[in-house]
């Protein structure tokens, strides 16, 4: 890769990124559940079967409606575990601060991060302080990794997809991008635009709890929906077919992205999970999330077929089908 | 803490970033774990002991005698792993990327992470990657965080120092600090300095071999020897007592302290180890560390004390006595 550099579009969990993590990261690191891809590592140690994940976060603006960067730190990471069919227990903190940021905010976003973490029922045990000079970080990044213990329940991944199963949403898509994209460019608009931001493993549990044989989940964060039905069917010799009309989206996000021309498939999410699973427990997995607040609107959106293997298609609202890709260019930097 | 701003002594290692965790971290997210301050956390999962801890890397140059930035980052938390008596098993790697920096320097940044992933018998399991605009970050941080097995023989800790125990070194001091300030404000010394960075696990399992009761260990890294010893007796009923010329220093790293009056002792350190142990067995630990190469400075520097308590004293070569603080001000900002 001589001469290249390393742009935006390598950290907005696009295609570029993929690129990245399969080209470099892997070759070189070379272990099999980096290869894999997922949101957290499954190791066993002793024993034991855990999962273990780390994201570092970089959203700007730090605070934004409906939370800040240390409540994103601790649900982002929690829920990197929770869909791999872990409960959360543990968290590391690593805050890289840049000189001269306020102690009232970095109080705030402790705090922050303590009722997080007692919200999703996880620990912060470990922890470590980094100050660079002024000009040297934009205010504050968090990193955060976490340990969890897998369920005898935990998905199988993507080889046990099967066509016809159903492909299901826990919400609405895009609060998160556009409550964060709002707050960011100071939009004067009315309609109430707030983060998802959220621990969605008592979803999860819910979930499993009706359904031994959920096949895989992920939390569409960076690249949103439309990234996240793309990593299922990546290589893989089934496609996903989705309906527009299917998926919730709700009014004040359709709103924004109708006035800016975006998409909110391509707008993160931070408290929803998507998941596929067999069609004929899906309404049993529809209902159990159903029965929680945060799971009010959980849908099936569409299924697993093998009419277009490695693609993902929508049949749109007029009646049009169309391809959804991964986003490639950067819409919305530092997202997360 | 109204109207207070974050300074580069907060993330020092020395005083204040002592005050920033006690006061601000450790009452707000209240983990027994937390509390304790150790490099790493020790966490009983399904009967398992393990240790878990994280660390973010911002040092500069990114490049430097002896490593890089790569290097670091693995042995700097194999380390932290280490020092608590575990078996480095796993590692996570959170990249933050400045937009522009080049992709031959994260090539090699990596191909450092693999190569000391297999020298300290860790893998990199779970990673993410986020990629900050030009200006928001310097060049590249990179955060791990480690699990590790805990040793039937893992120091018990603080409470089980005794006053006369010994305080032994694996080696020489203050070789990373100085040559990573060496470099970075390219002084043209002929003596050769070179980063210690490595990764200290072979050396506490050869010690680990001998003595069944080591009380505590740590990695000397920011604030160096100075502090690691200064949080051995912060409010314990013990002081520790050390003799200078005792404590061996490289000769190009006492000729640039000399140079710019700097303490040798205040120097971050990343490939050694300072450990508390029984007195009697201190030569079996002396001679099973100096079977290493890595070990063959071993030396006992000095003994637990009850002349001091909650103070560092040291005997100096001229016959006098003088108390070692932690540092307070940075004299090295990004040293790790």
């Known amino acids: 890769m001589s001469g290249k550099?390393?742009?935006?579009?390598?950290?907005?969990g696009g295609r570029r990124s993929h690129e990245l993590i399969a080209k470099l990261f892997v070759p070189a690191l070379g272990h099999p559940e980096l290869a894999r891809l997922a949101d957290a590592a499954c190791l066993t140690i002793n024993g034991?079967?855990?999962?273990?994940?780390?994201?570092?976060?970089?959203?700007?603006?730090?605070?934004?409606?409906?939370?800040?960067?240390?409540?994103?730190?601790v649900t982002g990471t929690a829920n990197d575990l929770a869909v791999m069919g872990a409960k959360p227990l543990y968290l590391s903190c690593g805050l890289i601060i840049?000189?001269?940021?306020?102690?009232?905010?970095?109080?705030?976003?402790i705090k922050s991060m303590s009722e997080a973490a007692e919200d999703a029922g996880v620990h912060v045990v470990t922890g470590d302080t980094k100050v660079v000079e002024k000009g040297a970080a934009d205010g504050i990044y968090i990193n955060t990794s976490g340990i969890g213990m897998l369920s005898e329940r935990a998905p199988r991944g993507l080889s046990?997809?099967?066509?016809?199963?159903?492909?299901?949403?826990?919400?609405?898509?895009?609060?998160?991008?556009?409550?964060?994209?709002?707050?960011?460019?100071?939009?004067?608009?009315?309609?109430?635009?707030?983060?998802?931001?959220?621990?969605?493993?008592?979803?999860?549990?819910?979930?499993?709890?009706?359904?031994?044989?959920?096949?895989?989940?992920?939390?569409?964060?960076?690249?949103?929906?439309?990234?996240?039905?793309?990593e299922f069917v990546m290589d893989q010799p089934f496609g996903i077919e989705i309906h527009e009309a299917a998926v919730p989206v709700n009014d004040p996000v359709r709103a924004i992205c109708e006035l800016l021309g975006f998409d909110p498939f391509n707008?993160?999410?931070?408290?929803?999970?998507?998941?596929?699973?067999?069609?004929?427990?899906?309404?049993?997995?529809?209902?159990?999330?159903?029965?929680?607040?945060?799971?009010?609107?959980?849908?099936?959106?569409?299924?697993?077929?093998?009419?277009?293997?490695?693609?993902?298609?929508?049949?749109?609202?007029v009646g049009g089908e169309r391809i959804i890709d991964m986003i490639v260019e950067e819409p919305f930097p530092r997202i997360c």
């Open 5 to 12: 550099i390393i742009t935006l579009s390598h950290g907005n």
């Open 48 to 73: 034991t079967n855990m999962a273990f994940t780390t994201d570092s976060h970089v959203i700007s603006p730090i605070f934004f409606p409906g939370g800040d960067i240390g409540k994103l730190a």
């Open 98 to 109: 840049e000189e001269g940021f306020e102690m009232d905010k970095l109080e705030l976003i």
């Open 160 to 230: 046990s997809v099967a066509v016809g199963d159903a492909v299901i949403v826990s919400g609405s898509m895009g609060d998160h991008g556009a409550a964060v994209y709002a707050e960011r460019e100071s939009l004067l608009i009315k309609a109430p635009l707030h983060s998802d931001c959220d621990c969605v493993f008592p979803l999860i549990e819910r979930a499993m709890a009706v359904c031994e044989d959920i096949r895989i989940m992920r939390d569409p964060t960076r690249g949103g929906l439309s990234s996240t039905l793309n």
């Open 267 to 317: 707008l993160a999410n931070e408290g929803k999970v998507v998941m596929v699973a067999p069609y004929e427990k899906a309404a049993n997995i529809i209902e159990a999330m159903r029965s929680s607040p945060l799971g009010s609107e959980a849908s099936i959106i569409g299924r697993v077929t093998d009419r277009y293997p490695g693609r993902v298609c929508m049949k749109t609202v």
